[in-house]
C-alpha cells in the first residue's frame, strides 16, 4: 500500500506536524505507521511525547529487528504505529528495504522527511510512491518548493500536491503555488492548538477531532487515502470567524 512522503524546500514549515496529524486522521481509513524519516533533525517523537529507547538507527545497524523499534500508540479513539529516529550520521543502505517491508504490513505508510535537497532528503523521497510538498504561505518557502518539485518530476514518484500550513487566509499564495508548482492537496490553519500540542505534547487531530484544523487534516487523509477532494481556500475574514 502507499508509501507517502512529506517533504519541503525550506526547514520548519510543518512537516513533521502534518506527518503526525494526518497519520492519527489516515488511521480513520486503515492500519497507519509513521516513519521519522528525518535523520538529521529527528522529532517526530516528540510531537507523539514518546521517549525512544531504540530508533530506525538500530534497525539500520541490524541492532534489532524492525518490530522492536516500533511502537504501537492509542490516542484518544486513535490507533497508530510509529518509527522513530535518533540523529546519528549511519549508512542508510538498508532504508528502502526496511520502509518497503512496512508497506506489506501497513494500509499507509507516512515519511517524515528532511527539508531540502541534500541525500538525505532525495533518498527517503525515492522510496516513495507519493509525495506532498509543504510551504508556509510566504515567498521564500515557495520558492524553495518549487526546487523540490523539479528534483522529484525526474523521479518515478508520484506528486499529489502541496500542502499550505499555517494559512490565514492568504489568497496570493494559493495562486502562486498553483502557478508555480501545481495543485493543492490540503489547507491546514495557523493554528494555537497546534503550537501547545507541541509544547504539551498532545496531537491536536486526536484530542480535538471537532476543531476547524482537525477538519482540515480530514480532507487532506481522504485525499491521501485516493479520494478527489480539493480544499477550498479562503479568505482572511473566514479565517479569522472560522468560517
Ligand atoms: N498549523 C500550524 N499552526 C501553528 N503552528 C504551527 C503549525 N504547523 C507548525 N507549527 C509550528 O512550527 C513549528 C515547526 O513545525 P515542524 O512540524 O517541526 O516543522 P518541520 O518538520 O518542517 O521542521 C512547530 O514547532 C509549531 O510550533
Ligand atoms: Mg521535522
Not at 72 to 79: E, T, Y
Not at 202 to 231: C, D, H, M, Q, W
Request: hydrophobic share 45%; glycine share 6%; net charge neutral.
Amino acid at each position: 500500500m502507499p508509501i507517502v512522503g512529506i517533504c519541503s524546500g525550506k526547514g520548519g514549515v510543518g512537516k513533521t506536524t502534518i506527518s503526525a496529524n494526518l497519520s492519527v486522521t489516515l488511521s480513520l481509513f486503515g492500519k497507519v505507521v509513521v516513519v521519522d524519516g528525518d535523520v538529521i533533525l529527528p522529532n517526530l517523537h516528540t510531537i507523539f511525547a514518546l521517549e525512544p529507547s531504540v530508533t530506525l538507527q538500530d534497525v539500520l545497524e541490524d541492532k534489532v529487528s524492525l518490530k522492536d523499534a516500533v511502537y504501537a500508540l492509542k490516542i484518544g479513539d486513535f490507533s497508530i504505529d510509529i518509527l522513530p529516529s535518533r540523529s546519528e550520521d549511519i549508512a542508510m543502505d538498508k532504508f528502502i528495504e526496511i520502509v518497503y517491508s512496512l508497506r506489506d504490513v501497513y494500509d499507509f505508510v507516512v515519511l517524515d522527511i528532511a527539508a531540502g535537497l541534500n541525500k538525505y532528503a532525495v533518498m527517503p523521497m525515492m522510496t516513495c510512491d507519493k509525495v506532498y510538498i509543504v510551504v508556509n504561505p510566504e515567498e521564500t518557502s515557495i520558492v524553495d518548493a518549487c526546487k523540490v518539485k523539479k528534483v522529484i518530476d525526474k523521479m518515478d514518484v508520484k506528486f499529489d500536491g502541496v500542502v499550505i500550513n499555517r494559512y490565514k487566509g492568504e489568497k496570493w499564495a494559493v495562486a502562486m503555488v498553483e502557478k508555480r508548482i501545481g495543485n493543492i492537496a490540503g489547507i491546514i490553519r495557523e493554528s494555537k492548538a497546534i503550537k501547545r500540542g507541541w509544547e504539551e505534547g498532545f496531537i491536536v487531530t486526536a484530542v480535538k477531532p471537532e476543531a476547524k484544523v482537525s477538519e482540515e487534516f480530514y480532507v487532506l487523509a481522504r485525499r491521501v487515502a485516493g479520494e478527489n477532494v480539493y480544499p477550498k481556500p479562503y479568505g482572511k475574514i473566514k479565517y479569522i470567524l472560522r468560517w
